[in-house]
């Protein structure tokens, strides 16, 4: 990422994305940011090499796309602007981009097929002595056709790169080719110098880097294939039942309309038949079935689906027909929220890649100058130094009719076109955003979201994971166990019926699950609830109302302390019910809320919610990778640490008693005390946590808010895919360590080595067409060692220590 000093972060702001074409290396890469950053206006640009975009944050109002698109055009980089986005109903043309990167491989194969051919004829050229195959002109022929067909469109696009300043691989590539075609046609138009024609340089020097990059671009093609899997989920028509829906209807196809899948509007009513792609989210109001959600969760296991149930955009109806009432259409259904989180993780760049780019920005420039001191050096010192160099250089490939004599001008010549060559900021352009393009469709694919390389890096740096206890741990659904009551509720009556009723009417209106539970008790006891008003909640601690024209105040210890009330009854009343009761049904794990009428304490309701089946093996794994697990929860110590010890948490790690307030305050200071967090949550209460952390991890389920404020979302109902978020992040960022590793090696040693560092010692010399042969398989291993990720196995027996 790219950012423009002393930004003013109060201005409005708003993203461009740009399609850019043009790009072969890193260099490229950072001379499209460098360009977009100096535009007035923008405050940052992020491009990526792999999908050719460039996300760039701007002034609201301040760029014109179009304009900012045909600047860069200009410069030698096709680009366009894409259309707001909408990515389920196909605003976005992302059929075009497919097809566009599929024409530029049928291209490049094109072009290989041609190298081809002139490789296999200059071989035979040298095997076959016909007057006409095997002289000196044939093969300036094969060169010169090199050059002018598939060689002509990197010649051209390097020419363009150095005249606006921005060399890149190609002009690094048609220098060396030139270079080597130039000087072999200088030796065989004027044969008394005695010079070497090396035609056949160019030659293999262009085949070999076409079909490194045909191979470069299929195995990125394989590397987007999630992505692209995502877009064509997306159904293209549905079938309307209007403004209602009733049995009659449900089997009948022809009672529904066919329209387009973007013409839907929220509320309406569709038909969906067993076989066919379920159109918008939406929730059943008639039929039952099962459906396939693998695109959303990774789950191959089809789901039972019944009125009341949710179903999603892009997922498969199996079984029966259903008729769904729509409440989710376009860019705010789950399938398009997925692809907008996957596009925006295969743009943000992990810190560590900040270098190579930096690196990168002057590779060219370097390599070029490097190329120019070899070429100075052999020509006026090497070769006087070391005179049995020279006959090491002489190319064995020469024509007989073409008496040569060995030179310290072509030594030097094949020696510096070898460094241009051999070198490859492609490798390090490629290192980072192949890795995140493959993990995060891995990820995408078993429904685990991870927003971007940054993400992946801090990932790699977690200490510390903080679980939220209800709704995280807990299954989020608690039941009421019992009623404790200390006083009349109301005149004339004793009842923990009419004490559950207060409290019922009371939590009417809230959502909280405790307040959903007693509810539901409430209804289940036939328990009328009594009108209410004047209702306010306190986040985290309770919430107060008029009851009966009564005032009524349910929840923390905390909440009621805060006006005035005193506990100590019901805990001398706890006491004598915990002895009567044994240990399983003690209210250690159970969480209590108390109850207040007219600020005098009438009792306290005990829940209990159950711990997720996975909850305990989830603690279990991330402890195994050395991760320390922390529980942070608003309930009274006794209830966290019976839940903790159920867990195999440890005591020093509960934070019991703690406000939503207060959460966020908690991780930081672990984050003051040298500690990297993650923090997993799912409610809007655990926003601001979420924020906090250095990793925010949302459930399934979560609020809209809480899934925003995440750096990773997880799909599936289960806590266990946070210790595979957490492997599959380690296992992209060791990616793209390792391909940073070997792209920065073999610049570092290959370099050198085509430079003659190895000539004088042991008397080895690389041709040009070898080190393009070498440059190509840079690329090609990088992007292939990504692919690698695709066979990550998460969850396998852990034996990872702590970093």
Same mark, same amino acid.
């Given at each position: 990422m790219v950012n423009n000093s002393e930004i003013n972060l109060k201005i409005p702001v708003e993203t461009i994305v740009l399609d850019v074409g043009g790009m072969k290396c890193a260099g490229c890469v950072k001379a499209v940011e460098r360009q977009l950053t100096q535009q007035s206006g923008v405050i940052s640009a992020c491009v990526n090499l792999v999908t050719e975009m460039a996300a760039v944050e701007c002034q609201v109002g301040a760029v014109n796309p179009v304009e900012l698109a045909d600047r860069l055009t200009a410069t030698g980089f096709p680009t366009q602007p894409r259309p707001a986005f909408n990515p389920l109903m196909g605003d976005r043309p992302y059929t075009e981009v497919i097809k566009r990167q599929q024409q530029e491989i049928r291209a490049t194969i094109a072009q290989l097929a041609i190298a081809a051919l002139l490789i296999v004829l200059s071989g035979v050229g040298h095997i076959v002595h016909f007057p006409w195959l095997g002289g000196i002109w044939f093969h300036f022929g094969l060169a010169t056709a090199a050059l002018l067909l598939p060689g002509r469109a990197i010649v051209l696009d390097g020419w363009r790169g150095w005249w606006h300043g921005s060399p890149n691989m190609n002009t690094l590539v048609g220098l060396g080719a030139l270079s080597a075609y130039f000087a072999?046609?200088?030796? !065989?138009?004027?044969?008394? *110098? =005695?010079?070497?024609?090396?035609?056949?340089?160019? @030659?293999?020097? !262009?085949?070999? +880097? *076409?079909?490194?990059?045909?191979?470069?671009?299929?195995?990125?093609?394989?590397?987007a294939a999630s992505l692209q899997a995502l877009l064509t989920l997306k159904p293209t028509t549905a079938r309307l039942l209007g403004k209602s829906a009733d049995a009659q209807t449900l089997q009948n196809p022809a009672s529904a309309i066919e329209i387009p899948a973007d013409r839907v509007r929220v509320g309406e009513f569709l038909q969906v !038949?067993?076989? /066919?792609?379920?159109?918008?989210?939406? /929730?059943?109001?008639?039929? &039952?079935?099962?459906?396939? /959600?693998?695109?959303?969760?990774? /789950?191959?296991?089809? @789901? #039972?689906?019944?009125?009341?149930? +949710?179903? $999603?955009?892009?997922? !498969?109806?199996?079984?029966?027909? +259903?008729?769904f009432r729509v409440t989710r259409t376009g860019s705010d259904t789950t399938l398009a929220q997925i692809i907008r989180l996957v596009e925006q993780a295969q743009t943000r760049k992990a810190p560590v890649q900040q270098l190579a780019d930096t690196v990168a920005g002057y590779f060219t420039y370097g390599v070029m100058t490097i190329a120019t001191f070899t070429f100075l050096f052999w020509y006026f010192a090497g070769s006087k130094i070391w005179p049995d160099a020279i006959a090491v250089g002489h190319s064995l490939t020469h024509v007989a009719e073409m008496p040569v004599h060995p030179s310290p001008l072509l030594l030097s010549l094949k020696l510096a076109i070898a460094v241009l060559v051999i070198a490859c900021p492609c490798a390090l352009g490629l290192a980072t955003p192949t890795a995140i393009l493959v993990g995060t469709g891995v990820g995408a694919e078993q429904g685990l979201l991870i927003r971007g390389g940054d993400i992946l890096e801090r990932v790699k740096q977690l200490d510390t994971v903080i679980f939220d206890k209800t709704g995280t741990l807990t299954a989020g659904y608690p039941v009421v $166990?019992?009623?404790?009551? *200390?006083?009349?509720?109301?005149e004339g009556a004793k009842s923990q019926e009419k004490l559950l009723q207060l409290a019922a009417s009371a939590e009417q209106g809230t959502n909280h699950p405790l307040a959903i539970a007693i509810l539901q008790a409430a209804e289940q006891q036939g328990l009328p609830l009594l009108d209410a008003k004047d209702f306010y909640t306190e986040p985290g601690l309770g919430i107060s109302a008029t009851v009966a024209g009564e005032k009524v105040l349910v929840g923390t210890a905390q909440w009621l302390q805060q006006h005035g009330i005193t506990l100590e009854p019901v805990e001398n009343e706890l006491e004598n019910e915990s002895e009567n009761e044994s240990e399983n049904e003690s209210f250690s794990g159970k969480t209590l809320v108390y109850v207040a009428l007219e600020n005098q304490l009438r009792g306290c309701i005990a829940l209990k919610d159950q711990l997720r089946p996975d909850a305990k093996e989830t603690v279990k794994n991330l402890q195994d990778m050395g991760l320390r697990v922390v529980m942070l929860t608003g309930d009274r110590p006794e209830t966290a640490q019976a839940i903790a010890q159920q *867990?195999?948490?440890?005591?020093?790690?509960?934070?019991?008693?703690?406000?939503? #307030?207060?959460?966020?305050?908690? +991780? =930081?200071?672990?984050?003051?005390?040298g500690h990297i967090v993650a923090m997993v949550g799912d409610g809007i209460n655990d926003a601001p946590a979420l924020a906090q952390a250095d990793i925010g991890i949302s459930l399934h389920g979560s609020t809209d808010v809480a899934v925003e404020t995440a750096g990773i979302v997880l799909m599936r109902n289960s806590l266990i895919d946070v210790v595979k978020s957490i492997q599959l992040s380690r296992a992209t960022f060791n990616k793209i360590r390792q &391909?940073?590793?070997?792209?920065? @090696?073999? &610049? $570092?040693l290959g370099i050198p080595i085509a430079a003659g560092l190895l000539l004088p010692q042991w008397g080895i010399i690389l041709s040009p067409s070898t080190a393009g042969a070498m440059m190509a398989f840079s690329s090609v291993s990088v992007v292939t060692n990504s692919l690698l990720l695709r066979r990550a196995k998460l969850l396998s027996p852990i034996t990872t220590q702590k970093n």
């Open positions: 072999s046609t200088v030796a !065989l138009l004027y044969p008394k *110098l =005695g010079w070497e024609c090396f035609f056949d340089e160019p @030659v293999m020097l !262009l085949g070999f +880097i *076409l079909l490194g990059r045909t191979l470069e671009k299929l195995a990125r093609h394989r590397a !038949l067993p076989g /066919e792609k379920i159109p918008v989210d939406g /929730e059943v109001v008639l039929g &039952n079935t099962s459906v396939n /959600e693998s695109m959303l969760t990774g /789950e191959a296991i089809p @789901v #039972a689906k019944q009125p009341g149930d +949710i179903v $999603t955009g892009g997922s !498969l109806n199996q079984s029966g027909a +259903i008729a $166990t019992d009623c404790i009551l *200390l006083g009349e509720v109301s *867990l195999g948490i440890e005591e020093n790690d509960v934070f019991a008693g703690v406000l939503p #307030a207060a959460k966020a305050q908690a +991780i =930081g200071t672990l984050q003051t005390a &391909n940073l590793f070997w792209a920065f @090696v073999y &610049n $570092t």
